[in-house]
């Protein structure tokens, strides 16, 4: 079992930045993959990022809308995975949810992979 409780979401204006934290506890959270996807009111949840254990590099995985101005990063001493959203849109508005998940690959990319879900955290970007 593992718990995950996420943090770091606001308001901003667009061109914004804002710095998602997540936080685990329970299994070994250095074996396991992570991720961030993000759903947007009346949309279907989508992926947005992941990044593999120390076991796999550490190789990280974007959504086209993400790259270039979203960066995915863990620190496995502190058990916390982050994502550093920059330039935001106000099509970037949702709610971010963290999630960990056994698999290790591109597999990452497909959210029906992820074990285990946090509670959400939610960013409005303003126009």
């Known amino acids: 079992q593992v718990q995950l409780v996420e943090s770091g979401g606001g308001l901003v204006q667009a061109g914004g930045s804002l710095r998602l934290s997540c936080t685990a506890s329970?299994?070994?959270?250095?074996?396991?993959?992570a991720g961030w996807c993000r759903q947007a009111p009346g949309k279907e949840r989508e992926f947005v990022a992941a990044?593999?254990?120390?076991?796999?590099?550490?190789?990280?995985y974007y959504a086209d809308s993400a790259k270039g101005r979203f960066t995915i990063s863990r620190d496995n001493a502190k058990n916390t995975v982050y994502l550093q959203v920059n330039s935001l849109k106000p099509e970037d508005t949702a709610v971010y949810y963290c999630?960990?998940?056994?698999?290790?690959?591109?597999?990452?990319?497909?959210?029906?992979?992820?074990?285990?879900w946090g509670q959400g955290t939610q960013v409005t970007v303003s126009s």
């Open positions: 990044i593999s254990p120390i076991s796999w590099n550490t190789r990280t």
């Open positions: 999630a960990v998940s056994e698999y290790s690959d591109s597999s990452l990319r497909d959210i029906v992979k992820y074990n285990y």
């Open positions: 329970g299994r070994t959270f250095r074996s396991l993959g």
